[in-house]
Each structure stands twice: as C-alpha cells, then as structure tokens.
C-alpha cells in the first residue's frame, strides 16, 4: 500500500516511475513482535527514480497520526551521513544529502523500545523524502508491542522401583513457553511425610521434605527436568502426594495455572506402591 507525498512539508507532487523501477524506500525489519527494552534493526533503502537529483535526501520512518517516538527511540544510524534523529517530535530521519537519479541509499537503524511504550500494534510507515519532490510513502510491517514475560510451565511425574521397599523418583521438568527467555528460575519440590531422602538433582534445604531447583536461565520453547528420589519405609501406607512450584523467575510469569503441578501415589504397603 502506498500514498504520495512528502511527510512534514508542504510538497506533494505524485512520482512518475517506470513500471521495471524498485520501489523508493523498502525496509526490512529484524523482529516485529517487541517487548520493552527490546533493540532491534530496520534496514531502509531509499531509491530515487526521477531524472533529476533529491536534494537533501533523507530515509524516514513515522506512524500516520501518531508520534513514533511515543514508541521507540534512536540508537544509531551510522550510514547517514548528514545525521539522523527525530523530526518535528514525530519521525524518525536519516539524511543523506543530495542523491543522483537512479542512486540509491541504505541506512541500519537500531532502535530501543522505550520502557513505557504502549502495548499493542502499529503499522510502521516509511518514504524517501526529498527538498524539491514528493516521492510515495508505503505502508510497513505491523510491530506489536507485549509485556515482558514468560511462562514458566511446571509438570512432575513420579516412576517406582522395588528394592527393599519402594524407590519413587519424581521427574520435575520445567518448560519456557515464551514469549521472553526465563532467566533466575527457582522450582520448589516437595515430598510428602512417610517417606525417606534418598536424593536429589536439586538442592535439599536443610533436613527437610523439600528441594531448591534453581535453573539459570531457559530459552524460549526449552525445557529442562529434575529429579527427587525417595524411599518409602515398612510403615508406609496411604496416599503420597508430592508438589513442584516455581517460586522466582524472570521476566514475570503471566500465566499462574501452570505454576503448580503435584503426582499422588498410593502405597498399599511399604512394598507395593502405584503411581
């Protein structure tokens, strides 16, 4: 989709292109889902097609009846050669000087979502702009802009072995079901009464029932497990339910009914145990 005109004056005269001409501006943009703090690229080519120069050419970026800014904010452009920045509070310009016909120009700029920008969508326009011409403006890809988070799934399973009594171990496996990496990850296990230690991939606390699962960080989509094993005794009889549940983790975690899971296994006697 395109429009005509110079965004920010006064100029709006409509190009005359050949059909075989590439557009005057495109852009290709290196992510489009962003949260806060996010940086990511834009490459913008602009391309003049007229038989006369672009006087004062400059690549630009704005938002139709909004202030990009409001968004994002410039961390550089290094191909612009006559200086970047932001326009009448607004737009995003990368200046290049004067541009010959049929030259083009590209310019990388690195952007920050600032930390209290809106939520949602909004479609990134972008034009070649020129002193002396109106060359058209096109519609974007849409950026959408979402908390910073990620959700911490929890599940545990629990498998038996007959030795002199029963040996359960616990599988706790925790997933990042995105949409942010998870970093600072504390799962806490716990066994229930009537059973013994007999170890852990965690770390016990202290002489207790419980463990500290602490995982340093989790990709996207990843997932990791972890293990608690326990033996029942000659006494141990009745229902047996053990519980994982993640405690900290960072970005904040956005869905709370996965943080939990239990497996409860019954003991007939202390030799015979069914999960």
Known sequence: MLITGIIGTSLAVPAVASADDPPTSTVVVSQTTLSPGDTFTVTQTVYNNQAFTAVAGKATLYVPGANLPDWLEIVSCPEATAGCGVY??????????????????TVTWTLRVKDNAPLGSFVLWHV???????????????????PLAADVAVSLTASVKTLVT????????????????ASGIRVVGTYPAGLVWAGSTCARVGTTRSVNCD????????????????????????????TAQRTASSPDDPVA???????????????VVRC
């Open 166 to 181: 029963a040996r359960i171990t616990y599988t706790i496996t925790v997933k990042n079901n995105g949409p942010r990496d």
């Open 88 to 105: 009448n509070g607004e737009e995003f310009r990368a200046g290049f000087g004067d541009v010959g016909p049929g030259e083009s120009r």
């Open 215 to 242: 995982i340093a960080s989790l990709a996207v989509g990843a997932s990791t497990t972890r293990t608690l094993t326990v033996d029942t005794t000659l006494l141990t009889v009745g229902s047996l339910t053990a």
């Open 128 to 146: 070649f702009l020129g002193d002396n011409y109106g060359y058209p403006a096109y519609a974007g890809p849409t950026l959408t802009v979402v």
């Open 257 to 271: 009914s996965n943080d939990k899971a239990s497996r409860t296994c019954t003991a007939l006697t202390g030799l």
